[in-house]
T-cell receptor, first 119, second 113 residues
Framework: EPEVTQTPSHQVTQMGQEVILRCVPI?????FYWYRQILGQKVEFLVS????????KSEIFDDQFSVERPDGSNFTLKIRSTKLEDSAMYFC?????????????????FGPGTRLTVL | AQSVTQLGSHVSVSEGALVLLRCNYS??????LFWYVQYPNQGLQLLLK??????LVKGINGFEAEFKKSETSFHLTKPSAHMSDAAEYFC???????????FGQGTELSVKP
């Protein structure tokens, strides 16, 4: 069964450093998302991406964040200058889109997450 | 703005007992509703979704949920808990197909032998 993969599983960085979190969505999916979960808090939406551009972003997704689909298979989240409060689990998701009500259509499939620790 | 509230951050049941995980939502338009499960060290896996077809939705692993518009609820149930059901369960709402998911805070389910 196809799945979303994310690398690395755990990233430790110093405050102020840049990090890039990588995701490989399911191959025929066209919609891509990043979410994050700070320890003990809700899973929060960061950004959605379609047709090589951001379709929606949350207020969390400020100028320190950027997303890219550099080569048609990877989907990356970059944090330019990490802060302590960026420490969280970051989830990538992808979906297709259609009119069917089947379980798989228009379902966001999540990767296992990258745990980012900012020291 | 839409929101999701899950009552009870931790629910404990005995093996074979009924599982009931509560979810209430707030939405200005007819919502799309989802339940996801997260096993330790894994990503979020879809259990079931409501997209304005039947109000009783059946999902994987014997779970089902009923959409009740009058109560703005989408509670998750399973008639008989199994040890393997121990995990964290998230209710989520979206305003549109393909739109962002708004999650509840999650409910951790423990199953006692």
């Amino acid at each position: 069964e196809p799945e979303v993969t994310q690398t690395p599983s755990h990233q430790v960085t110093q405050m102020g450093q840049e990090v890039i979190l990588r995701c490989v969505p399911i191959s025929n999916h066209l919609y891509f998302y990043w979410y994050r979960q700070i320890l003990g808090q809700k899973v929060e939406f960061l950004v959605s991406f379609y047709n090589n551009e951001i379709s929606e972003k949350s207020e969390i997704f400020d100028d320190q964040f950027s997303v890219e689909r550099p080569d048609g298979s990877n989907f990356t989240l970059k944090i330019r200058s990490t802060k302590l409060e960026d420490s969280a689990m970051y989830f990538c998701a992808s979906s297709d889109y259609g009119e069917s009500n089947s379980l798989s259509t228009d379902t966001q499939y999540f990767g296992p997450g990258t745990r980012l620790t900012v020291l | 703005a839409q929101s999701v509230t899950q009552l009870g951050s931790h629910v404990s049941v005995s093996e074979g007992a009924l599982v009931l995980l509560r979810c209430n939502y707030s939405s200005s338009v007819p919502p799309y509703l989802f339940w996801y499960v997260q096993y330790p060290n894994q990503g979020l896996q879809l259990l079931l979704k409501y997209t304005s077809a039947a109000t009783l939705v059946k999902g994987i692993n014997g779970f089902e949920a009923e959409f009740k518009k009058s109560e703005t609820s989408f509670h998750l149930t399973k008639p008989s808990a199994h040890m393997s059901d121990a995990a964290e369960y998230f209710c989520a709402v979206s305003l549109s197909q393909g739109g962002k998911l708004i999650f509840g805070q999650g409910t951790e389910l423990s199953v006692k032998p």
